[in-house]
């Protein structure tokens, strides 16, 4: 029962299969292949415009990358106080932009719009001491599984709008998110005023495929040289492309994003049935926290249920008791649903 | 006829295979799995020692992490004019460390030893307005497919332990140098003094494996964090240490390179046979450099010879006659003897 | 009546005068002049132990050059909450090293010592992703001025010793605190366990006179180029030697120090007695808070009374009541009685 | 007999008296008081035009961040082989910028037009591996006492308009060569094409008084920030403001400049006269460069002439024999004829 993380899944077959098909063959290097370009038109087509899309290995990279293509001396990026790129990029994102993150709290993963408003009007203009403000982060999923829904993204970028700040999307599980709100992905990003999204396809099945994508291809002018010196820029970077092309070709990613998710509401449904255990909150995509008591949660790892134990969210701190534990159970492509109704068993 | 790099080509059928092969299944991330872990003492084999490996996505992150792993305050890195981490990093090193790199002269892509010492001897003790070197930096085999031989590795590391500098070792054509003098990997690096090396796969067969390996493990502590600051840890490590298993099992990544190896003696047996070309140099890796007339290239060029015409080196732009131009031919695990010939009954 | 910042007056007369005294004749350059030399061995005598000392230009810089000595990959520094390192150097010390900071809250401005600690534990060995903690940074006088008492300085540096972490103290006030406490400057710091000392002149008397201090010169081996490096070794270093000369000269120092607290406690006096402020917290230095009607500090500000109004720090902020504001008023060498009882009429 | 470095003169007495009549009275701090803004009313009158100015505290501080004023991802800044930015500022540029420095060669200090022409289309547009030209820096006078003419200046200009690059001056000695040219601040620098100036006071007679010059204020409005980050900006930032104060009033600065050069011209005569030394090449400065006897330099030292030997510059090393050391004598405001006539006598 493997629900530590949709990381420790694989690859999913189709996109192995991929990769074998383009091994072979002549190809230039660095981005510039035909299949690199080839889909660099399916992203296009994927949101509905003409984007600029920079691939590169690692979801850290992505996030940090995408910060890089906003820095500004003295700049802060607000995030949400459990946001990755606050609490699990090693420090990336400062290390490779010199700027700031700066904490904004909210409930079940997302930051409160109030809260956020005040963090940007906290910058009064022109301070050097303070620094200021240079851009907004929302990851969609959340960090625990939750979700910004369409008209909160929109609130969100209506503020940054009024005070001239990119928007930035953590989507390492775009997907997820996307098949959960039953939207585009033109609707859960640009639509609502997402500038610059994280596109990741290595939870959902890729063995290493993340985008960077800017709705808008003037504000990328920077990047080449920017994923470039920081390493990021893959000589056969078709194989990044290969994975991708398997990802979209017949919806697969969004199959893929399904399934997890089905096994996650599957898992959440067990959950709720049993005694010993109880949703720390709903589940919206692939993520399920759920709180128990210290032994249960040590009695479910002797039975081979693989998961971690999860720090508290400082906004849901209270809902843990003495003597409880809050998990995180995560679900991916891979889960089947025996897996999930035998750790059901367990729980019942 | 593809000689524009040794990136151009894809991964070797058996490396696909393997990826294939360990898609499916659960295994932890980060490079924590059996898999990684496995690989690990693979690369202890190999070497004769135990190592300290750190799989990265990029050649160019292997080198910069290499630089940041023995970086101090006002530190320079001593490097061939011609080399790689100088010439073509887009400044990776510089920003991933915040130190400099300092050119040496040399003919055929290597460092002279005198001008090598008289560079170290240029930095007076306490100078900060200097700064001080930090290290030493050889490419084997070098950016123009030549070779230092062992010898000459031993005479560079003396220097460097005489001035308590540590050596680094650009490997990304590792496997080319290592057949080529017919050497273990041992004897190409920590048994000449070679403290810290980049592991190259990418080039010979892999689609995206690089590793950097610490001679002396205990100098690798901070590499864990140099590494996730640096946007290089990879969740899903084991796809790159499934590429390394299948390189190196029944010395595939050996035969690769001596395949490769044999198809540019091939051709440079054509270049002497020709009277329109001549080589700029004696290959000794799988590069070969010709001087020809502008016309010749240009011709060549048009019958679907596919390789890039080359800045001459500083210590080389000599030998480039007017109207004459250098050009780099590359061959790889992919190329074929067919090719080679075609190439040259193009030139007889 | 000026209690906008003890950096709005200027510098001490004697102060001055000895620059003038300086002005002639020639001396060695960065550092190394006799002039330089002996101020080396004052702080020796003051600190009552062999320290090293650095000359720098700005308290930024003092703390930021702090914080890049102990410097790590995915290294965090622990700082109060509402530290200047943190809230007011404009992202300096991350700017300069690379690492980051990470908020601790605690009453009045002082770390609660069980907060610090959680902090510390909060970070796994060897866990990338979150970092890991590289120093302790403790404000004396606190941005706030209130002071930790010696045993509370011993006891976060008790907890430092024990996790393996070096102590800096920012010491922009280290004098008003000295005197406030009546201790020595060994007693405040290494006594007590403090590793790094920003050693501020310039609040209290100088022009521009900074020093960081190591108490273990060991520690400091790469400063010299950290320094350089940062941009802040100063050619004519001796103008700030002179001016640290006439500030220990004769106790100098701790005479302004005693009169910029002497004026501090008869503001507070002030404001005790009167009934349309309030006291925020007990001053302990030279800086004192009060809470009063905003109408008011309106009214005192069209009276020529110069002061800022303050963001409520994060742990008081439920000391301000509606329609009411914080207000910080800083006293200085420079403040005359007469202010203050002018100060003290317009409140009463 | 002091030639050692125009920095080991202290300062005039004009200006230590400027910061004792400044010394009392309170004045806002951070560069906003009445005194910094008067001061940056008279650069706008020397000037002849609107600037931005910025005050530093340090030549490496000036050169840096007028280096991060026009950073850019990638980015790589022309300047001569010998400039200080490359040779002497300890890294600082690259370190505080992330950009890099690429040396050009040319004799006399400096850059030969051809040399630097082809140094610009040494890079190919998109060219990530080998980064993107960001700005040229020229050094006037030259480290090596020599100058630009003023067509010279308008040569390198044109070639950075047509390139879109920004062109930085090196102004630490920006008095002494301004009276040898006999032009206005205005002449030599944006009626030429230069945008940034780092205009130097220390080495002509302040303490410590830098000011960066953007000729065109909208290219400055990041510099707030810059300066803060880099922890340059100074609380009583009008001791700053003194300097330049006295500095400029009745035309002082070009005095002191006018005295320092005439002191080397007395120099030379000296030299010319002697059969023991030969002038390296003509000094058009402050700073003598002659060539002598290793054994004849041995004596001058022992008789208490206090100079540096000099490492030849690159392309004037042919100059110096055998047995022969190139010596460097500064003269400043502070020399003396009577000093200049001793050395006289020394080596007739």
Redesign the interface.
């Known amino acids: 029962m493997?629900f530590?993380?949709d990381?420790?899944?694989?690859?999913?077959?189709k996109?192995?299969?991929n990769?074998?098909r383009?091994?072979?063959?002549?190809?230039?290097?660095?981005g510039t292949s035909t299949l690199d370009k080839a889909l660099e038109q399916t992203f296009n087509e994927i949101f509905e415009r003409e984007v600029a899309v920079f691939f590169?290995?690692?979801?850290?990279?992505a996030n940090?990358?995408a910060q890089?293509s906003i820095a500004?001396?003295?700049?802060?990026t607000l995030a949400h106080r459990g946001a990755h790129i606050i609490?699990?990029?090693?420090?990336?994102p400062?290390?490779?932009t010199?700027?700031?993150l700066q904490a904004v709290d909210g409930p079940i993963g997302r930051m409160n719009i109030d809260n956020l408003e005040a963090a940007v009007k906290?910058f009064r203009s022109?301070d050097?001491?303070?620094?200021?403000p240079m851009g907004v982060s929302i990851t969609q999923s959340t960090e625990i599984g939750t979700l910004y829904e369409l008209g909160e993204i929109a609130a969100v970028a209506a503020l940054c709008r009024k005070n001239g700040l990119p928007l930035h999307m953590d989507g390492a599980r775009f997907a997820n998110a996307l098949v959960s709100l039953g939207c585009s992905p033109a609707d859960m990003t640009w639509r609502q005023g997402v500038d610059i999204l994280s596109f990741g396809g290595?939870?959902n099945g890729c063995?290493?495929a993340e985008a960077l994508v800017f709705m808008d291809p003037a504000k990328a002018q920077?990047m080449?040289?920017?994923?470039?010196?920081?390493?990021?820029?893959?000589?056969?970077s078709?194989?990044i492309a290969a994975q991708f092309e398997a990802y979209f070709a017949g919806g697969l990613w969004l199959d893929l994003a399904r399934h997890a998710n089905a096994m996650a509401a599957r898992l959440a449904n067990h959950i709720t049935a049993s005694s010993s255990l109880r949703l720390a909150w709903q589940p919206r995509a692939n993520e399920v926290f759920a709180i128990l008591a210290e032994e249960t949660a040590a009695a479910l790892h002797a039975n081979n249920a693989?998961f971690y134990d999860w720090?508290p969210p400082h906004s849901e701190r209270h809902l843990v008791g003495t003597n409880e534990t809050l998990i995180r159970l995560v679900t991916s492509y891979?889960t089947s649903a025996e897996e999930i109704d035998r750790f059901g068993r367990l729980i019942a």
């Open positions: 493997h530590a993380s990381n420790w899944a694989g690859a999913h077959p996109i192995a299969e990769l074998s383009h091994a072979s063959g002549f190809a230039s290097a660095y590169v290995g690692t979801g850290t990279a940090s990358l890089a500004r001396p003295g700049g802060v609490e699990d990029e090693g420090g990336a400062e290390f490779l010199g700027a700031r906290g022109g050097v001491h303070a620094g200021r290595t939870k063995w290493c920077d080449p040289f920017i994923r470039k010196r920081s390493a990021q820029l893959f000589s056969k078709r194989f693989i720090k891979a």
